[in-house]
């Protein structure tokens, strides 16, 4: 499956912004997805993920009650709805697919697209 992550762009604090995830190439049903984000001189870290039909999600603390993963498989897309932007929430945010159950370890997925970039200013 290729992935190609959208969205991104400069914002200021307690503004939101929505990221888009188009999944192209096998059946993107079978996927469980997820959303990573990697800040300047900071490791990869787990934003959020859901589950094949959508019904399941997991976020990290840091995001829970302000970011949205959702999915719609019609389309092959995955969304994450970022609200109450943080300056420490700037970072590149890639999507990845994993063939198989929800997840948050980033191990695990086998497939990543390239990032697009959230700027969050103060």
């Known amino acids: 499956v290729q992935l190609q992550a959208s969205g991104g762009g400069l914002v200021q604090a307690g503004d939101s912004l929505r990221l888009s995830c188009a999944a192209s190439g096998r059946t993107f049903s079978s996927y469980a997805m997820g959303w990573f984000r990697q800040a300047p001189g900071k490791e990869r870290e787990f934003v959020a993920s859901?589950?094949?039909?959508?019904?399941?999600?997991y976020y990290a603390d840091s995001v829970k009650g302000r970011f949205t993963i959702s999915r719609d498989n019609a389309k092959n897309m995955v969304y994450l709805q970022m609200n109450s932007l943080k300056p420490e929430d700037t970072a590149v945010y890639s999507c990845?697919?994993?063939?198989?159950?929800?997840?948050?370890?980033?191990?695990?997925?086998?497939?990543w697209g390239q990032g697009t970039l959230v700027t969050v200013s103060s």
């Open positions: 859901i589950n094949r039909s959508g019904a399941y999600t």
């Open positions: 990845a697919a994993r063939d198989g159950s929800i997840t948050t370890l980033m191990v695990n997925y086998h497939y």
